[in-house]
């Protein structure tokens, strides 16, 4: 069975790219895969940094989503745009996560060989897709591999009903298959 690690890179209680990687997960989950939601939220660290790293090694929260990372396949990542970018919270998960602990660990083991697929929601008219466009190469960079279908969803704020679903059927069908594609992949 895939299993899938799903997130967004949004800190925000409320963000719309949780509730749209929630739908995702749970569609991935209809289409088989075992899949883990969590938020950034939950793994507070500090801005990455190699002073730090030397002296205190990684911080609790940064070796637990590593380790969370590693017992995953495949990665469903929602991102907000942040002046056209991925958020820093992203970023710096990812930097913290791609660190070897120790010298006979290989670089990059808990991303190399793992697939992800790449959604976005912002309440412009864009759907947060120019984040995309630097998400991709960023993850491939780090030897991910992204599935081409990538989905993004413009005025976030007014598309999800009281009960965190779509109100757009033809939206929803759309991000659905893309993480059942995850799901298979
Ligand atoms: C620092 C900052 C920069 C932003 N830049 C953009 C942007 O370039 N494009 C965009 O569509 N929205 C931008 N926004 C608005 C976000 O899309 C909006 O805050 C959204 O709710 C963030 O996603 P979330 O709801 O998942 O937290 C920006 C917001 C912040 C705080």
Redesign the pocket.
């Known amino acids: 069975m895939k299993k899938i690690l799903a997130f ?1 890179g ?1 800190l ?1 209680v409320g ?4 509730k749209l990687v929630k739908i995702a997960a749970s569609a991935a989950e209809e289409a088989g895969a075992e899949v883990t939601f969590i938020s950034l939220a939950d793994y507070p660290m500090p801005l990455f940094d190699q002073d730090l790293e030397e002296k205190e090694g990684k911080p609790q929260k940064a070796k637990e989503l590593k380790q969370l990372f590693k017992d995953h396949d495949a990665l469903l990542i929602a991102s ?5 970018m991925i958020t820093a919270a992203l970023k710096n998960a990812i930097d913290w996560v791609s660190r070897a602990d120790s010298e006979d660990e290989k670089p990059l083991s808990a991303l190399a060989g793992k697939t992800a697929a790449i959604i976005s ?4 008219g ?1 759907g ?1 897709s ?1 984040s995309l466009g630097f998400l991709r190469p960023f993850l491939e960079n780090i030897k991910v591999a992204v599935l081409e279908a990538e989905f993004s969803l413009p005025k ?1 704020h007014e598309a999800f009903a009281e009960d965190g679903s779509l109100l757009d059927a033809e939206k929803t069908a759309e991000v659905k298959a893309i993480a059942r594609k995850l799901a298979e992949a």
């Open positions: 967004s949004s925000r963000s719309y790219n949780q907000p745009e942040y002046n056209s929601a912002s309440p412009g864009y947060g120019r976030a």
